[in-house]
């Protein structure tokens, strides 16, 4: 064995029994410092954008489509270069990272990787070459992270958001298609708030110990600014919420609607400050990490989960799936009908108490039927309700109506759905209510609020609007969001928080509650203070 072999052996061995690891997420998320924090401990080694990846994975396309890409001239042998270099993608990679770490003294390792933003332009190839790879996801407040891109890059914060954007579709569609021993998402927000807490939280779940040289980082680290020459600072002071300080009503409004689903997913407010009204929702006094044994309101059966897998939407309960919503909304009928909050299997027989759901969840709502004069209703199907032009059977006839996330999906001007609920119900009788909403702002955002009918139209694999406004004018929209699914979940609007009141109140209710406290009983906690449902009083 030659000198250059046996270095190729020894350097190679570094690699023999690591695993790759590569650290993913939108720009300006926190992948920098994390990346410093991992390098920190000595059997890791993340290169920090070195475009090895992309840059191969770039080459290998080229390469196969041949003239048209100039790579190469005359006979199709492009095809067999394509060929020859994807099938020694993984080869070339790792004899570059033991090079790598013969360099940086790194003996043994037990993960190897990079982080790379731009690794979202080549994650089909990682997966396909690596599927023994795990990854770490940073994730950050879209709007913080937006204004940070638009500082960096001296554009505008609605080009920052859409160039965050487009980065963040790419990550949550990898992202939902592996588990979580395969991806690791990490917040900003929880790294800057508890820089070890996070750090033992991420190398527990890469099966390492924190080790004395990550302790020793964090302690004279943690709070150095890696982007503009080691300056000190408070980043949970100065970095988290930002936005909440610098951006324009408008600005929050087209945010919401951008990154709506990603906020509720992570976890992420709505409101940012907390605003001294009655109805405001609190900001949450509880641990996350705290284990809760409770009941589910619903079927009865017992849970133990921690708070922090408690969330509005989430499944929470082992045996009928209910989530925090769905039990907080049964949490409210009970009390607005009882004075007390009871199991529905406790709830007295009473037929003689009338109430209607709009498309309410089958499992509760099959139970309800059992206890109470319920009845389920749909928009396109009997028996059918049209909230926003009720018959004039149904006026003054019930006791309660729950409309949990409905309102949000009907048909401008949504005022109409609110004076139905009004008419629907006897005086006293009880609006049973959720919809998304922000506690900033004044006015509803209406996505389409000329619109007086729809027809959603699957075209060339993506759906579309295809709307007949008030003035007989037709408009086709894109870029829709749905709620579950595409049809009559298409969102309308988003509320804000004082449009919903003065809804409820021009519409002629009485009283209105927000439910913004935790209820341990049943296991409903709010990890975020907006979308939290209420009862309004005829």
Request: hydrophobic residues 35%.
């Amino acid at each position: 064995m030659n000198a250059k072999d046996s270095q190729a052996e020894s350097l190679g061995s570094a690699l023999s029994c690591a695993r790759p690891l590569f650290l993913i997420g939108c720009p300006r998320s926190g992948t920098t410092f994390t990346t410093r924090l991992l390098n920190s401990h000595p059997r890791l080694l993340l290169t920090n954008e070195s475009a090895v990846f992309m840059l191969l994975d770039d080459i290998i396309k080229k390469s196969g489509k041949g003239i048209a890409s100039g790579i190469l001239y005359g006979k199709d042998y492009h095809t067999l270069l394509s060929s020859l270099m994807s099938d020694n993608y993984r080869r070339l990679i790792e004899s570059f990272y033991s090079r790598i770490a013969g360099v940086e003294g790194r003996a043994k390792l037990d993960y190897w990787g990079e982080k790379h933003p731009h690794l979202n332009l080549c994650l089909d190839r990682l997966d396909e070459q690596f599927p023994d790879a795990r990854y770490i996801y940073s994730v950050r407040d879209p709007r913080d992270s937006a204004l940070s891109i638009a500082k960096m890059r001296s554009v505008s914060f609605e080009d920052a958001l859409d160039n965050w954007s487009r980065f963040s579709r790419r990550y949550e569609e990898f992202a939902r298609g592996k588990g979580p021993e395969t991806v690791l998402v990490t917040r900003y927000e929880d790294m800057v708030r508890g820089y070890r807490a996070e750090a033992d939280r991420i190398f527990a779940w890469l099966g390492m110990e924190t080790s004395a040289e990550v302790v020793s980082f964090l302690e004279t680290s943690k709070s150095i600014d890696a982007h503009s020459g080691g300056k000190a600072r408070d980043f949970s002071a100065e970095s988290v919420g930002r936005w909440t300080r610098t951006l324009t009503e408008s600005q929050v409004s087209h945010a919401a609607a951008e990154t709506g689903e990603f906020l509720e997913k992570y976890g992420y407010s709505h409101t940012g400050a907390d605003s001294s009204d009655k109805n405001s929702a609190r900001a949450p006094s509880f641990s996350s990490d705290t284990v809760v044994d409770y009941r589910c309101n619903i079927c009865g059966s017992r849970n133990r989960s921690k708070i922090a897998n408690l969330d509005r939407e989430s499944k929470s309960c082992v045996k009928c799936g209910s989530s925090v919503r769905m039990r907080a909304i049964i949490h409210l009928l009970s009390q607005s009908l009882f004075g007390e909050s009871l199991c529905i299997s406790d709830f007295p027989l009473r037929k003689d108490i009338k109430g209607i759901g709009l498309s309410d969840w089958g499992i509760y709502a099959k139970r309800l039927e059992g206890r109470l004069g319920y009845t389920n209703t749909f928009y396109h199907q009997e028996p059918r309700v049209d909230v926003t032009e009720p018959d004039n059977s149904f006026v003054d006839s019930f006791d309660f109506l729950i409309a949990s996330d409905v309102f949000e999906h009907v048909l401008p001007p949504v005022s109409r759905a609110f004076v139905g609920a009004r008419r629907i119900l006897r005086p006293g009788g009880a609006l049973i209510f959720s919809v998304p909403f922000l506690n900033r702002g004044v006015e509803t955002v209406e996505h389409f609020p000329k619109m007086k009918e729809a027809d959603v139209v699957l075209e060339n694999g993506s759906y579309r609007l295809h709307a007949t406004n008030w003035d007989g004018t037709k408009t086709i929209h894109d870029e829709l969001r749905f709620h579950g699914g595409p049809g009559s979940t298409l969102e309308m609007r988003i509320f804000t928080r004082s449009s919903l009141l003065e809804e409820l109140r021009a519409a002629g209710f009485q009283s209105v509650k927000i439910l913004d406290e935790p209820v341990a009983e049943w296991g409903i906690y709010w990890k975020v203070s907006w979308s939290l449902p209420l009862v309004a009083l005829a």
